[in-house]
C-alpha cells in the first residue's frame, strides 16, 4: 500500500451522530427509503457455521444505501440552500441518490463522476434525475471528480452534498443498523460491511455501539483502495498516492475526516490481510456492557469477483465489486458457530459488460488463470509438441498471441493457460521445464504482467 505523508487530522468536521440521531432519521426518509430485506443464506451459513444474513440493500429503488445519507441530508437542507441547487461528487451510487433526491424534491443538481464510473451508473444517474439533474465526467478517480465539485461550489455558491464527509450523510446509512436491529428482533454477534468513504461503516457502527455494544464489527476495504486502514495507521487521515478503481464503489484515496473521526473514537483497530485466517470474532453474550472487536481489514480485488460471481450463480444477487466486499471477507474470517452474522450487500448497481473482466480476476485470485512468455522454436510441430507434452488434459489455452506481431519469425509468444485445478501448476511448471522450452511466467503485480495481461 502506497501512500502519501501528509497526515492530516481536521478539526472543522467534529463528529456528533449518537443513536437517537440515527432514529430520527430513519423517521426522516421512511417515506422514500425502503425497509431492504434480511435474507438468510443457506450457503455461507453452511460454509461459516453460523446463522449467515444478508442485508439486500442493492434492492433499494437506486440499487445501492447510498440514498439513505443523501435523502437524509438533503431533507434538511434550508429553502434558500434548495435554491441555489446542489452539487456532488460520486463514483455512481451516492450519485443515484442525489438525483432520486432532486427529482422528488424538484431541486436543480450538478453531479460529478469520475471517468471509471461504469455507464451502467451513469445511465442510471441520468434516469432517476431526469431533467433536474446535469452530469458531468471529469478525471480518473472519485477524488478529481470530487475536487471539480468543490471548485463548483465556491464559483457558484451552490450546495454541497457530501457522499460520506457529513454527518447527515452518516447519519442516513446508519439507519441500516436501525432496520437490522428490528427485522432480527435482537442485536447482531456480527456485522460485517464495506469501506469506501466511511460513512456507511461510520453510521452503522456508531449506532450498535450504543445499542449493541458486545456486537463485532468488521469493516471490509479493497487492498487496492485502502484509505482507512492508511489513516488509522498513521494517526490521521492521509492521502494514498495510487489506488486500483476496480472496486469503484469503494475506490477512495483519503478517507472522509468525519468517518475518521467516528470509526477512531469507537476504537476501530486494524487488521492485515495475511492475518485475516487467524481472527476469531466471538458470540454475543447478552446482558455484556463489554464492546465486542471492531476490526478494519482488507481485501483482495481478485477474491471480492470470486463473491460477486457466487452470490450470483449461487443466491442470484447481482451485487457490483463494493456491494460484495462483506461476503469476500466473510470467507476469511472466524466466526462463532451459532452465532448471527450480517453481510451488508450494499450495491447492486454492476455493469453486464464487465463481467470478463469479474471472471479473469476471480480465476487469477483462485490460481486457475497463469500468463506466459513461451519461445517456440522456428520449426514444423513445435506447437502440436506444447499442446501434446505440456498441457495437462484438463488444461486450456484461453490466449495465444506473438508479442511481435509483425514477425513471426523470432520471439516469444504469450499463452493463457487455465488450470483444471489449482494444484495442477507445479506438474505444468515441471513439463515446461522438461521440453526445453524457454518459458517465463508473468507474476501478477508486476510491470510485465500488466503490459501484456
Not at 463528529?15 to 426518509?29: E, G, L, M, N, Y
Not at 445501492?64 to 463514483?91: C, D, F, W
Not at 449493541?212 to 495507521?233: C, Q
Request: aromatic content about 6%; some cysteine.
Amino acid at each position: 500500500m502506497s501512500n502519501s505523508p501528509d497526515v492530516v487530522v481536521s478539526n472543522s468536521h467534529t463528529f456528533a451522530v449518537t443513536a437517537d440521531d440515527i432514529d430520527t432519521a430513519a423517521r426522516r426518509i421512511s417515506d422514500v427509503v425502503s425497509a431492504t430485506p434480511l435474507q438468510y443464506c443457506e450457503r455461507l451459513s453452511a460454509v461459516t457455521g453460523a446463522q449467515v444474513y444478508l442485508k439486500r440493500e442493492d434492492l433499494q429503488i437506486v440499487r445501492s444505501y447510498k440514498i439513505r445519507g443523501a435523502y437524509n441530508l438533503m431533507a434538511q437542507l434550508s429553502p434558500e440552500e434548495l435554491a441555489v441547487g446542489v452539487v456532488t461528487a460520486s463514483a455512481g451510487n451516492h450519485a443515484q441518490g442525489v438525483a432520486f433526491a432532486c427529482r422528488s424534491m424538484q431541486v436543480h443538481g450538478r453531479i460529478y463522476v469520475p471517468a471509471n464510473t461504469p455507464k451502467q451508473k451513469r445511465d442510471r444517474i441520468r434516469v432517476h434525475g431526469g431533467e433536474f439533474v446535469e452530469l458531468i465526467v471529469t478525471g480518473d478517480t472519485f477524488d478529481a471528480a470530487s475536487a471539480s465539485a468543490s471548485a463548483d461550489v465556491a464559483r457558484t455558491g451552490a450546495t454541497m452534498v457530501p457522499p460520506f464527509n457529513d454527518a447527515r450523510t452518516v447519519a442516513g446509512q446508519g439507519t441500516i443498523a436501525a432496520e437490522i436491529i428490528e427485522q432480527l428482533g435482537a442485536a447482531p454477534d456480527t456485522v460485517v460491511m464495506p469501506v469506501g468513504g466511511g460513512g456507511c461503516i461510520a453510521g452503522i457502527s456508531t449506532y450498535l455501539r450504543e445499542r449493541s455494544p458486545a456486537s463485532a464489527l468488521v469493516g471490509v476495504e479493497p487492498s487496492g483502495a485502502a484509505s482507512m486502514t492508511a489513516a488509522l495507521v498513521a494517526g490521521g487521515p492521509v492521502t494514498l498516492a495510487e489506488i486500483d478503481p476496480f472496486v469503484d464503489g469503494a475506490a477512495v484515496r483519503r478517507i472522509g475526516d468525519v468517518p475518521y473521526a467516528a470509526l477512531r473514537n469507537l476504537g476501530a483497530e486494524v487488521v492485515s490481510h495475511a492475518s485475516l485466517p487467524l481472527m476469531a470474532v466471538p458470540a454475543f453474550r447478552p446482558g455484556t456492557l463489554e464492546a465486542g472487536p471492531f476490526l478494519v481489514t482488507q481485501i483482495d480485488e481478485g477474491a471480492i469477483c470470486t463473491a460477486m460471481l457466487d452470490l450470483y450463480q449461487n443466491e442470484g444477487v447481482i451485487a457490483e465489486p463494493a456491494g460484495a466486499l462483506s461476503v469476500a471477507a466473510l470467507h476469511q474470517i472466524s466466526v462463532a458457530p451459532g452465532s448471527t452474522v450480517v453481510c451488508l450487500i450494499s450495491g447492486g448497481n454492476n455493469d453486464v459488460s464487465r463481467y470478463g473482466e469479474i471472471l479473469e480476476r476471480s480465476l487469477v485470485h483462485l490460481g486457475l488463470k497463469h500468463y506466459f512468455l513461451v519461445d517456440f522454436p522456428q520449426e514444423p510441430g513445435a506447437l502440436r509438441r506444447f499442446l501434446d507434452d505440456v498441457l495437462g488434459p484438463d488444461d486450456d489455452i484461453t490466449l495465444f498471441e506473438y508479442v511481435k506481431r509483425n514477425n513471426r519469425e523470432t520471439g516469444a509468444a504469450l499463452v493463457g493457460i487455465q488450470l483444471g485445478v489449482a494444484s495442477g501448476l507445479s506438474s505444468l511448471l515441471e513439463r515446461m521445464r522438461s521440453s526445453h522450452l524457454q518459458v517465463e511466467q508473468l507474476e501478477p503485480g508486476t510491470p510485465a504482467y500488466r503490459y501484456l495481461t
